[in-house]
């Protein structure tokens, strides 16, 4: 049981049990919370739970299954301040942290998720296991809001804002299977590591531009009342896909340690979206992209482990985040190329005998 100084107050708990020679083990995690925030007329609601059961089936092979149920229901705390009066001072100082410019009633963001999975584990022998782990995801969403719109105006105290709405869905699937071998060469000891992994996202939402209310003080908020008018809608729809391939070995060779590590990546992004006029029920379509890339990334490390518990190491890794529909080549109009990156790292760890 808990309160914090904004008056929003929790109950958790985690309870689990199981056989005697532990080949059942069940576990139950759970909160509940409720209250106000830091931000005035923004209060938040939270319901989670998340189940998990284990089950030793045999000596060497064991499945896990996890749960997670998720909902929130309130306001949102982040709010689109302006510069001025929240960075740099107006001549009337800085507006209270706990301001809120949104219209009581109207600003929500509400949203369900639930995750539902397995981890499995297989030992062939002492050094060759199997694992494999997936996940399913699904989310509901509901976001509404009065925002600012522009910078603060030139009295220095009034804000314009504008009203926007946004409700949206996703299913998610993740997996990965992996197979871990460990061996010896000569006097080089290996923990190899081979993998594929899959990941899909289908998504939708619309988003909605309201009719904007009238402009707020931010040093003395009167709220309007908002009762918002429809203005456009925004729907978009969209299949993500990702799937990769790895390979690493872990290699110890007295007190010298040194990975070497690569993966491949293929990736599909298919999205396509319209604008709907409220007023004349006409639909325009906004086009469809699908963009696909694919990269190589390997990574590097080695290190030295002295017996006074300093380890001396340095690594290299390399990066790879496709691009999606949006950003656009506002010339061409053409999706960016995929970001990527590399890191170079150098330094001194440190683990004391008794650790």
Same mark, same amino acid.
């Given at each position: 049981?808990?309160v914090d100084?904004n008056?929003?107050?929790?109950?958790?708990?985690d309870? /689990?049990?199981?056989?005697a020679?532990?080949d059942h083990l069940?576990? =139950?995690v759970g909160?509940?919370?409720?209250g @106000?925030t830091?931000?005035?007329h923004?209060?938040?609601?939270?319901?989670?739970?998340a189940?998990s059961y284990?089950w %030793?089936i045999?000596e060497?092979?064991r499945l896990?299954l996890? #749960?997670?149920y998720?909902?929130d229901?309130?306001g949102?705390?982040?709010?689109?301040?302006?510069?001025a009066?929240?960075?740099?001072p107006?001549?009337? &100082?800085?507006?209270?942290?706990?301001?809120?410019i949104? $219209?009581?009633?109207?600003?929500?963001?509400?949203?369900?998720?639930?995750?539902?999975g397995?981890?499995? $584990?297989?030992?062939?022998?002492?050094h060759?296991t =199997?694992?494999?782990?997936?996940r399913r995801?699904h989310?509901?969403?509901?976001y509404? /809001?009065v *925002?600012?719109?522009?910078?603060?105006?030139?009295d220095?105290?009034?804000?314009?804002?504008?009203?926007?709405? #946004?409700t949206?869905?996703? @299913?998610?699937?993740?997996? @990965?299977?992996?197979? %871990?071998?460990?061996?010896?060469?000569g006097?080089v000891?290996h923990t *190899?590591?081979l #993998?594929?992994?899959?990941q899909?996202? @289908?998504?939708? #939402?619309?988003?909605?531009?309201?009719?904007?209310?009238?402009?707020i003080d931010i040093?003395n908020?009167?709220?309007?009342?908002y009762?918002?008018?429809?203005s456009?809608?925004t729907?978009?729809? &969209?299949v993500?896909? %990702?799937s /990769?391939?790895y390979?690493?070995d872990?290699?110890a060779?007295?007190?010298w340690? =040194?990975?070497?590590?690569?993966?491949?990546?293929w990736?599909k992004d298919d999205?396509?979206s319209a604008?709907?006029?409220?007023?004349?029920?006409?639909?325009?379509?906004?086009?469809?992209n699908?963009?696909?890339? $694919?990269?190589?990334?390997?990574?590097?490390?080695?290190?030295?482990?002295f017996?006074?518990?300093l380890?001396?190491?340095?690594?290299?890794?390399?990066?790879f985040?496709?691009?999606t529909?949006s950003p656009?080549d506002s010339?061409?109009?053409?999706a960016?190329?995929?970001?990527?990156g590399? %890191?170079?790292e150098? /330094?001194?760890?440190?683990?004391?005998a008794s650790?």
């Amino acid at each position: 049981l808990g309160v914090d100084a904004n008056g929003q107050y929790s109950a958790a708990f985690d309870v /689990g049990t199981g056989t005697a020679d532990n080949d059942h083990l069940v576990r =139950l995690v759970g909160l509940y919370r409720d209250g @106000d925030t830091q931000i005035n007329h923004t209060e938040q609601k939270r319901w989670f739970l998340a189940p998990s059961y284990s089950w %030793q089936i045999a000596e060497r092979t064991r499945l896990t299954l996890l #749960g997670m149920y998720q909902k929130d229901d309130g306001g949102s705390t982040y709010q689109f301040l302006p510069a001025a009066g929240t960075l740099n001072p107006t001549r009337y &100082g800085y507006m209270k942290n706990s301001t809120f410019i949104g $219209e009581p009633g109207w600003n929500t963001f509400d949203r369900t998720l639930w995750t539902a999975g397995w981890l499995f $584990e297989h030992a062939f022998n002492d050094h060759l296991t =199997l694992t494999q782990s997936a996940r399913r995801t699904h989310v509901d969403s509901l976001y509404r /809001g009065v *925002v600012t719109f522009g910078a603060l105006n030139a009295d220095g105290r009034t804000q314009n804002r504008r009203g926007v709405m #946004g409700t949206g869905d996703s @299913d998610g699937d993740t997996f @990965d299977t992996r197979l %871990q071998a460990r061996f010896a060469t000569g006097a080089v000891d290996h923990t *190899v590591l081979l #993998g594929w992994d899959w990941q899909r996202a @289908d998504w939708e #939402g619309v988003r909605s531009a309201m009719s904007s209310p009238r402009p707020i003080d931010i040093f003395n908020p009167v709220y309007s009342n908002y009762v918002p008018t429809l203005s456009t809608e925004t729907p978009t729809a &969209g299949v993500n896909r %990702q799937s /990769g391939v790895y390979l690493q070995d872990q290699l110890a060779l007295g007190n010298w340690r =040194l990975t070497l590590g690569g993966r491949y990546d293929w990736t599909k992004d298919d999205s396509s979206s319209a604008n709907r006029n409220i007023s004349t029920g006409i639909s325009t379509p906004g086009g469809r992209n699908v963009i696909k890339s $694919e990269a190589f990334t390997g990574r590097a490390g080695v290190l030295y482990a002295f017996e006074n518990g300093l380890t001396p190491y340095v690594s290299y890794a390399e990066s790879f985040q496709p691009s999606t529909k949006s950003p656009l080549d506002s010339f061409t109009q053409a999706a960016f190329e995929p970001v990527t990156g590399s %890191q170079w790292e150098a /330094g001194l760890k440190y683990q004391p005998a008794s650790h």
